[in-house]
């Protein structure tokens, strides 16, 4: 990749990176070597495999090398590029903030299908009366200007009027908010959803609003410092006024943090994986607020350690919560706690 007068097209960077990648012990140093080029170029995985004789620019080149060298050191390659999928949606990380992983989509699919889909306004209920050739139901057809005088108006101008009706907003806690990652899928996904995005690190504050305005979702999306629920609570007109609360907390136990490999242990804040002794510290110190701040019926969804999901029932149930349900992530493992408010 130093040789300045060889010609280094898409598939001979590709090449070379695998080589290089897998002899640092880069778990897939292929996928690797697609994902990072594909960033330096603006390629999909497809689009690089359409231009395998591509040549790259000097700046792309430039940019590749240092890619490079950074994942050959354990670096996650979303720290690397800036930015990490999840769900439809590309957002922006950070050094001090999780990434988003895959297994959290699936807490976003259980919030979201709380609730049901807003409701589709067939287009003939806005059409004018007045140009349909044939109305049924004795609505009487006349020519524009004339005094319409049916009783079937009257019903089609009232189901107009509650169709236009704006729906009751769903109004949504995002605790430990992160990068906001949940708060912009659920907003993006349901346009009923109101959403109070909170976290306690700054880093994960500054991300979070980013990513809500880079979204779209800013005039929903509410990010708050908080410590846990302590500010929402603090406002009685909050209690009992929210439909839901989704958390993806620290819940790593504190042993298991220690045993992780290097790209998460060296790369991730220790604040946003270590849930204490058995993962669940912050679990038992936001329970009692998560009831309050719930409406009656009101469900709380949380990402949490394989092995602690049976003992969190337990304590959701004993704090006033009933029904609840454990769903597993996308590698099979138990993960999700689900739980409604008495």
């Avoid at 009232?158 to 912009?184: F, H, K, N, W």
């Avoid at 609003?209 to 979702?217: I, L």
């Avoid at 609570?233 to 993806?248: C, E, L, Q």
């Avoid at 819940?251 to 991730?268: F, G, H, K, M, R």
């Amino acid at each position: 990749m130093s040789t300045r007068d060889q010609t280094w097209t898409v598939k001979a960077i590709l090449d070379w990176c695998e080589g290089y990648l897998a002899s640092k012990g880069d778990a897939n140093p292929r996928l690797s070597a697609q994902w990072l080029l594909g960033e330096a170029m603006g390629l999909s995985r497809i689009e690089l495999y359409t231009n395998l004789d591509k040549p790259l620019s000097e700046e792309e080149r430039s940019t590749m090398r240092a890619w490079v060298q950074r994942r050959g050191t354990g670096e996650p390659l979303q720290l690397i590029c800036g930015t990490a999928p999840f769900r439809h949606m590309v957002l922006e990380v950070a050094p001090g903030v999780l990434i988003p992983r895959p297994e959290t989509e699936v807490l976003v699919s259980e919030v979201l299908a709380l609730f049901p889909a807003p409701k589709q306004v067939s287009a003939y209920a806005f059409e004018d009366e007045v140009a349909t050739p044939e109305v049924d139901d004795g609505v009487k057809v006349v020519e524009v200007g004339e005094e319409i005088e049916a009783e079937g108006v009257a019903e089609s101008e009232q189901s107009v009027e509650e169709a236009e009706e704006a729906p009751e907003p769903i109004r949504v806690i995002d605790l430990c908010t992160g990068s906001g990652c949940i708060a912009c899928a659920l907003a993006t996904e349901h346009p009923n959803m109101e959403v109070l995005a909170l976290d306690i690190a700054p880093e994960a504050l500054v991300l979070a609003k980013r990513n809500v305005e880079a979204q779209g979702v800013a005039e929903r999306v509410t990010v708050v410092e908080s410590d846990l629920l302590s500010v929402v609570v603090a406002d009685p007109a909050n209690r009992g006024a929210f439909d839901a609360i989704v958390s993806n907390p620290p819940y790593i136990p504190s042993a298991v943090v220690d045993t992780l490999d290097a790209e998460v242990s060296d790369y991730e804040p220790r604040l946003a994986l270590d849930g204490g002794q058995d993962g669940l510290d912050l679990f038992r110190r936001f329970i009692v607020d998560a009831h309050i701040l719930l409406k009656p019926g009101g469900v709380l969804a949380a990402e949490l350690f394989e092995d602690s999901l049976e003992e969190a029932a337990q304590i959701a149930e004993s704090n006033g919560f009933t029904s609840p349900r454990i769903v597993n992530d996308l590698a099979n493992k138990r993960r999700i706690l689900l739980a409604t408010r008495l």
